[in-house]
């Protein structure tokens, strides 16, 4: 059957266990095969820019954020990555507010050094989290283009209930080449040149 919606993913499921017990914890399932799916894809698709405006010490990051690509301010000048080690000795050598150059992440937050001495424009490149599945947001680009890792990913999360089945080998097997395909397609993504139209002659 197609797996195109969060509905059909789970009839999916229940299908290829075969089984009529596991029916309330399926969707459980999904949010641990989701889990895993944001530890294991790093794709262009999920690839988002925002730009704000930073005057503060602390500024927010972005409620699907999931990992930094880069962050520069709009005017120029990517800021560095830092330690909070880094960072504490440089502010013991100097609290003086400047225009940033550094950041570290903490607590959901970016910590900027220098403290902004006025307010910067700065844009951030970040890898977003997938949208979860519900019964309201049924599809997203995972399920669309990639329904086996959300299939393998959610029958591979069943082995707790399923004790000793050795199909759960298979489907760790499974679920790991499809991610790794997925993977390759984003790195030919990024290589290809640009499409040429030959004109016939």
């Known amino acids: 059957m197609a797996?195109?919606?969060?509905?059909?993913?789970?009839?999916?499921?229940?299908?290829w266990l075969n089984r009529d017990d596991l029916t309330a914890v399926?969707?459980?399932?999904?949010?641990?095969?989701?889990?895993q799916i944001a530890r294991d894809v790093r794709h262009w698709r999920q690839e988002k820019r925002v730009s704000t405006t930073a005057d503060e010490r602390y500024e927010n990051l972005p409620l699907d954020w999931l990992e930094m690509i880069q962050i520069q301010l709009s005017a120029g000048g990517r800021l560095q990555a830092i330690s909070a080690e880094g960072l504490q000795k440089l502010r013991e050598e100097s609290s003086t507010a400047q225009k940033?150059?550094?950041?570290?992440?903490?607590?959901?937050?970016?910590?900027?050094?220098?403290?902004?001495?006025?307010s910067y424009e700065i844009s951030m490149q970040y890898y977003a989290r997938i949208p979860a599945l519900t019964s309201t947001d049924t599809a997203n680009w995972v399920l669309t283009y990639y329904p086996d890792i959300y299939l393998y990913g959610s029958l591979l999360h069943t082995a707790p209930y399923l004790a000793d089945d050795q199909r759960t080998t298979v489907w760790a097997s499974l679920y790991k080449a499809a991610v790794d395909a997925l993977n390759q397609d984003n790195?030919?993504?990024?290589?290809?040149?640009?499409?040429?139209?030959?004109?016939p002659g």
């Open 100 to 118: 940033p150059k550094y950041y570290r992440l903490t607590s959901d937050q970016i910590e900027l050094y220098p403290v902004p001495d006025t």
């Open 187 to 199: 790195e030919k993504s990024r290589v290809s040149g640009p499409l040429r139209m030959g004109i």
């Open 3 to 15: 797996i195109t919606t969060y509905d059909e993913l789970k009839s999916s499921i229940a299908n």
């Open 26 to 35: 399926i969707p459980d399932f999904i949010t641990m095969a989701e889990a």
